[in-house]
């Protein structure tokens, strides 16, 4: 789907009609939700030819199927990422137009569907760390603000706040950011500065305060143990603890240059451990919904030693597939048909995962 903005240029609408039309400004943000009653400031903005309406052009009419990004799809992603890093002026008007069509294709690439799940292993085959994980941490968090029942001007603003959270960390030097090994403690402070640089980066672009506040506050923790401001726990906007948690989930599962990322699974695990001390509870159960785990075809081995393939996933309990046995705790080849649902069979979990490259 490719999504533009379009000037209006009916002037028919009048004052107290209901707009059949989700209206924008220039900047595309949301000025008035179809089904609204127009307004007189509406209704002037519309005679003097300032407003827009998004325009959606379908490449693939089959738009219910369940689907994944493409790999075609999520490198023209990338790459505007890319671009918006590496450019000196980085905000005029219409990189922040360009910024909302883009956050609107991911939206609009997952709002028809709440079944659509994102694989992360497809996603680690991509390299340039920064670029990549601002990217993914934009997708995931779009998942999780749908699962949450955002929609309209707040899941724009949330998914946006998701794509540059990480902006001010091009401020920093390179050496320290590439860094093949841990940080000193020195250079861990230089890192900390990163989300009030990214604030400071978006001042000056009329940028909304719910994607101010994300960028930077998605370092603070629910204990009241993170920064820049330590806050805690309702303090902390939500918007910037849905990032939050996607943010050190995909910090996790990427690789780095001192070592090699976890396999989702354990870094759920991880994320799961720090529910009610780093992280919301709430966030964390509607993240663990948007994440597949354990793809199906993959291959398992459970606490018992039996190995096998996973063949269904429960969309609310990730963790915990149906699995068909292929081979017993003995190593044996299993003849008859064998199919434990882990969700209902809490004496088995799965202690490693081989993941098919096929998938």
Known sequence: MITRLEPITTTTFKVGELSVLDLYNIQGILLLSKGKPITVNIHDLLLRRQL??????????TQNEERKFSSTEYRFIVGY????????C????????DSFVIVDKIINELEGNLQVYIDLNEFRRFDNYTYIHSVNVAILTTLIGLKMGFSGQNLRN???GAMFHDLGKSSLPLKILNKPSGLLNEE???IKKHPVLGEEMLKFADIPKDILSIVRHHHERWNGEGY?????????????QIVAVVDVFDALVADRPYRKGLP?????????????????????????????LYPQGSIVTLNTGEMGTVVGIHQNYPSRPLVKILFDQNGKFVNEERIYDLLKDLTRFIQSVKFNSAI
Not at 52 to 61: A, G, V
């Open 52 to 61: 827009y309406t998004l325009q959606y052009d379908l490449e693939n009419p």
């Open 81 to 88: 990422v890319r671009e918006v890093f590496e450019d000196v």
């Open 90 to 97: 980085l905000f005029n008007t219409k990189r922040l137009i």
């Open 158 to 160: 949330l998914s946006l």
């Open 188 to 190: 861990f402070e230089v």
């Open 228 to 240: 820049p401001d330590g806050l805690r726990q309702r303090a902390i906007p939500t918007n910037a």
């Open 264 to 292: 989702p699974y354990h870094a759920l695990e991880i994320i799961m451990a720090g529910s009610g001390k780093d992280f919301n509870h709430e966030v964390i159960k509607y993240f663990r919904q948007c994440l597949i």
